[in-house]
Every structure is written in structure tokens, then in C-alpha cells.
């Protein structure tokens, strides 16, 4: 019924935080150096947190997205007030309340638990690759 909202609370969230990395690395950036011909590993080219998290914020959008057309689909969200069918109904809104609770907790802690799975990959290969052309020179 409504276990997307959790998902979208978290992505408001995180678009936001993406907002204000991006405005402060901005605020820090140092000028590019051009005609590099290797990988350039440099600490301005490690990927950010604003990155991270704009791949973050990318995955939840997208499965809200999903959700909520999937939602609109089966009936349960309607365009017009209350928007969600639950809502309309006294003894719906704690089957609701509990969907959200469980479906839309897990639902996001495991597009996090991704993420997070995914960023450490990176880090490692960066980690890796930069090792690698370090010991070239």
C-alpha cells in the first residue's frame, strides 16, 4: 500500500545531503591539471562522497519510482485525496502503518546495504588501480 514512502523519505533525504556535498566540494575544488596521459589518481579524481551518494539517492528514486507506478497500477494509490486507498478507510491505516514499518524499512536498509556493498568495491578497485600505477612510475 504505501511501502514506498519509506524508500522516498530516505531519498528526499539523501538528495539533499547530495545537494549541499556538491556546493561544498565546489567550494574546495582545486583546478585540473590538463594533458595527463595516464590515470590520474589524484585525491581530486577519488570518487566523492557527492558521488556516492547521487548513486544512492539514483537507486532510490528509481524503485520509488517503480513502487509508485505499481502502486497506481493496482489501485491502491489514487491521484486525487487522500492519494494513498488506506488512508480512506479507519481499519486500513495500521495494516498500512505496518507495511510501511516492515516492507518499506527493509526495502530501503537493503537498497542502502547495496550501496554501501558497491561503494566499497570501489573504493578497493581505486585503491588497487592506484597502486598499480604508482609502482609503473
Known sequence: MACFVVPAAEAIVVTAAVIAMKKKEMQLKAPKLEGVETPD????????????????????????????FEHLWHG?????????????????KAEMLSEM?????????????????????????????KAAVSKEK
Open 41 to 68: 589518481f589524484s585525491e581530486e579524481n577519488k570518487p566523492t562522497w557527492s558521488k556516492k551518494l547521487s548513486l544512492l539517492a539514483k537507486l532510490l528514486w528509481g524503485g520509488v519510482i517503480l513502487l509508485a
Open 76 to 92: 491502491e494509490v489514487v491521484p486525487f485525496p487522500p492519494f494513498l486507498t488506506a488512508m480512506s478507510n479507519p481499519e486500513d
Open 101 to 129: 514499518a516492515t516492507v518499506g524499512t527493509t526495502m530501503a536498509a537493503t537498497v542502502t546495504l547495496v550501496w554501501g556493498a558497491i561503494c566499497t568495491a570501489a573504493d578497493v578497485k581505486y585503491k588497487k588501480l
